[in-house]
């Protein structure tokens, strides 16, 4: 199958591979040369834009940062509606509210383009091993179609509904639970370490012992080391959970655990982290205690 790939970053990477290594033909835009020559030493190929890329496309994935470049991506300048065949199916990867998944499906349906709603999560390495957590929803044609294209990335599939939204809704959700674990493991490894423990060690026993959390087995080892270069921007947290608490707030549902760790992550913002690493949040305590967190030699 003939798959277009718009947004080759830290998860597209990962993902472009797995779809090359199952026997796709990968054509694939981001807007850093380095991402794109990435695709090429992979097998893909490389495209000069979104219209490029979808050229005789059987599916579209699109996997960029919101939702306002998803708008690019498809019906700006050079946008993928200017060359995506009729009938062709968009796999929608981008972490948005569930609102604005809804209206993109529905334009795009009008245009006689099928979208799946299909948010995931793992991380970058997850996508290289091809073990992402794919959160999907949308029609049966739809699913049966980008079945055969989710398989290679992914370690589970979950199925939602049949409503464009409820894949996202389940994202945002689950982005509550990924943004709150990490700040409180940045908080906890920052505590232990001004009362004088070994932050190596706090990550060791709480690892292994009932407060374990993937988010601290993940990012851990990247406070520890001192490890800030974007795997995964610290903005994602800014943006997700500011989609969380903008819908709780829609909807008169309070999230005070949400809230507490979006201060967090815009506190580290403020600071100047925001293109760093979602590691670099441990920053804060460091300023705020005067101390830093770093592994013992």
């Not at 807007?31 to 990435?38: E, M, N, W």
């Not at 294209?149 to 509904?161: F, H, Q, V």
């Not at 920052?190 to 060690?201: C, I, K, Q, V």
Request: glycine fraction near 10%; charge should be neutral.
């Amino acid at each position: 199958m003939k798959i277009a790939f718009i947004g080759l970053g830290a998860m597209g990477r990962g993902m472009c591979k797995r779809l090359v290594d199952a026997g796709h033909e990968v054509v694939g835009h981001d807007v850093a040369p380095a991402a794109r020559q990435a695709l090429v030493t992979a097998g893909g190929r490389a495209a000069a834009n979104a219209a490029e890329a979808c050229r005789g496309a059987d599916a579209l994935v699109v996997m960029v940062f919101n939702a306002e470049q998803v708008e690019a991506v498809l019906f700006g300048a050079n946008g993928a509606a200017e060359t995506l065949p009729g009938n062709a199916l968009v796999i929608m990867g981008v972490t948005m509210t569930p609102a604005q998944a809804r209206d993109f499906a529905q334009r795009l349906d009008a245009r006689g383009w099928p979208m799946l709603d299909a948010p995931m999560s793992g991380g970058a390495a997850a996508a290289e091993q091809g073990q992402l957590s794919f959160m999907v929803s949308g029609s049966d044609a739809a699913f049966a179609r980008a079945e055969p294209l989710l398989k290679p990335m992914a370690k589970r599939i979950w199925r939602l509904g049949k409503e464009c939204g409820l894949g996202s809704t389940m994202k945002m959700v689950h982005q509550i639970a990924a943004g709150a674990n990490l700040a409180v493991a940045a908080e906890l490894t920052a505590f232990g370490t001004r009362l004088g423990l070994d932050p190596g060690m706090i990550f060791e026993i709480v690892n292994n012992a009932a407060g374990q959390s993937f988010m601290y087995q993940m990012v851990g080892p990247r406070m520890l080391d001192r490890d800030f270069a974007p795997k995964g921007p610290l903005e994602i947290f800014v943006k997700d959970l500011g989609i969380a608490l903008e819908a709780a707030k829609a909807s008169r549902f309070p999230l005070p655990m949400a809230a507490a760790a979006h201060q967090l992550y815009l506190a580290a913002a403020a600071h100047g982290h925001i293109a760093e690493d979602v590691a670099a949040v441990i920053k804060v305590y460091e300023a705020l205690a005067g101390i830093t967190v770093k592994r013992s030699a």
